[in-house]
C-alpha cells in the first residue's frame, strides 16, 4: 500500500470496490481494509493455519496490524479491519519491465503452491495483487486466500493466463513493449489477440501452446457455440499441482535479454570524463542529504547510477525510465545486489499513465500518485525538449506539480549529448528555428528565469567540473 498524502480525511480506495468480502479505504492518508462478515469465517481458518504468517515471514505477503473497529470506514458493517504496511510507492503493471512481471507471477504462482500445502487456494490471480517492495514482488491482498473445496478446479486459471502469462509472453516472444496492452485491457489481454500476436514459433513450446493457443481455441468454441457444453471442470489436488507446476516452468522460461534499445547502455557512453563522473555524484549526495527526503522520484534514472546515491541517504527512490533495456538491467542489478531502497519503473513522461478503470478512478494516474519529496532530473530536460519538442516552460511547471524540491542538470549547446540529440532534429540544429545557442534552453540566465516563473526558487547551483554542465538544487516557492 503506497506512502500516505496528508489531508484526505476517510476516502475509499475507488479500485477495491469489487470484492464482496472487503475492501480499502484511506483514514488520514494511511491505508485501511475493512473486512466484511460474509468472510469472516474464511479469514479465521486463514489466520489459523499459519500460512499468513509463514508467508510474511519470508516477504511474500505484506503484513498488517489489527485496527479498531471504530476506525472503520462503515462500523456497522466491518466485521474487523485491519492495517497493512505501507509501500512507499504502488506501481501498475504495464509500468514494469520484462522481469518484474515474470517475478510476479512466479510469486504468485508460489503462493497458490504454498496455499495448497495448507489446504488452501486463491480466489484471484492478477498483478493488482502485487507490488513492488523495492524490486522484489510483494502480495497485497490478504483476502486472497480461502479453504480449497475438494476437487475444485482452480478458479483464476483465466484471469492468470491473461493478465499475466499473455502479457509476459508477449513482451518476451515479441516486444517488451507489448505489456502496454495492459492499459487498454485492464482485465487482461484477451487470448484470441494475444496468440494472433504471438509468433507462430510459440506453437512448439509445450506450455505456451497448452495455456495460451489451445486455451484460445477453446474458449473460441464455447464462445461459438461449436463445442460441447461447458462442464465443471474437477481436479484433484495432485493435477491441480500439476497445472500450477506447467504454469510456474512455462513462466519461468519467459525472459527477455535487452539487446539493442535506445538507452540502455546509455550510463556507459555518456561524455563524462572520470573527474566529472566523481564531481556530479558528489554534488547530488551533497543535494541530497540537504533535502533528506523520504520518497525521491528520479527520473530518466536509466540503470540507476544516481538513484543508488540517493538512496545511500536513506530514501527510497523510484527510478523510473523510459528504455526497457534500462529497467530490465537496472532491476536485475537490484535484484543481484539485495539493495531494497530502489524500484525502477518505466515511464514516458510525454505519455504517462492516465486515471483509467470505472469512473476514471481504479487506476491512479501518475499524477496521483505523486508523493516524493525530492525530484531529481538529470541530462533530462534536454531530452524532453530537443528529442520530444516539449517546451522548457512547459517542463518547468510539470515537475512543480510532482514534489517540492529538485535537483536539475543544466546542458550547454556545445554538449556532445546535445549534438548527438540535435542531429537528429533537423528543423532544430539549423532549419525553422535557426541559431540553437540563442534558444532559452541553452542560456543558464534565461533557463534560470524559466524555473523562477514556474514557482522554482534556486538554493544552490554548482558546475560539474570539466563538463560545462550546471546542477541546480530548487525549492518550489508557491510564486507560480
Known sequence: MSA???????????GS???????????????????????????????????????????????????????????????????????????????????????????????????????????????????LRGTRPVHLDALSFERRAPDAPW???????????????LMTERDPRLGLLLRSFLEGIPLDLAVRLLPRRTLLRLGL????????????????????????????????????????????????????????DYADRTSYSDAATAAKERIVRGMAEAVAPTVA???????????????????HVVAWDIDPGAVERHHRALMASGRERITPLLLDLTDPSPALGWGLTERASFLERANAELILALALVHHLAIGRGVPVEMIATFLA?????????????????????LAGRHDMAGGIRGNVAGWPLFREEAFRGIFADAGWEIVERAPIEGSGRVLYRMRRSGRA
Not at 155 to 169: D, I, N
Not at 248 to 256: D, M, P
Not at 297 to 315: H, K, M, P, Q
Request: aromatic share 8%; with cysteine; net charge neutral.
Open 4 to 14: 500516505p498524502r496528508p489531508g484526505q480525511g476517510l476516502v475509499r480506495e475507488p
Open 17 to 131: 470496490w469489487r470484492d464482496p468480502a472487503g475492501f480499502v479505504y484511506r483514514r488520514d492518508g494511511a491505508i485501511h481494509r475493512q473486512i466484511a462478515p460474509v468472510f469472516a469465517a474464511e479469514w479465521e481458518a486463514y489466520l489459523a493455519s499459519g500460512l499468513h504468517d509463514r508467508l510474511v515471514t519470508r516477504g511474500a505477503v505484506l503484513p498488517f496490524e489489527d485496527a479498531p473497529i471504530a476506525d472503520a470506514l462503515d462500523p456497522a458493517t466491518a466485521w474487523r479491519v485491519i492495517r497493512p504496511e505501507m509501500l512507499p510507492v504502488i506501481s501498475w503493471p504495464w509500468e514494469w519491465c520484462p522481469g518484474q512481471l515474470r517475478d510476479a507471477a512466479l510469486l504468485t504462482l508460489d503462493l497458490a503452491l504454498e496455499a495448497l500445502d495448507a489446504g488452501f487456494t486463491l480466489r484471484d490471480a492478477t498483478p493488482y495483487n502485487v507490488q
Open 155 to 169: 478458479g483464476p486459471y483465466r484471469q492468470f493466463c491473461r493478465t499475466f502469462l499473455a502479457p509476459l509472453a
Open 209 to 264: 501452446a497448452t495455456h495460451l493457443h489451445l486455451h484460445a481455441r477453446a474458449i473460441g468454441r464455447n464462445a461459438d457455440g461449436k463445442g460441447a457444453e461447458a462442464r465443471a471442470v474437477r481436479l484433484s489436488e495432485t493435477r491441480l499441482r500439476a497445472l500450477l507446476g506447467n504454469l510456474r516452468g512455462t513462466v519461468a522460461g519467459l525472459r527477455w535479454e535487452p539487446e539493442g534499445t535506445e538507452w540502455a
Open 297 to 315: 522520484w528520479d527520473l530518466g534514472a536509466n540503470t540507476g547510477r544516481y538513484s543508488a546515491i540517493v538512496a545511500e541517504t536513506g530514501a
Open 401 to 421: 506539480g510532482l514534489a517540492p524540491n529538485l535537483v536539475i542538470e543544466w546542458l550547454p549547446h556545445e554538449d556532445p549529448m546535445v549534438r548527438r540529440l
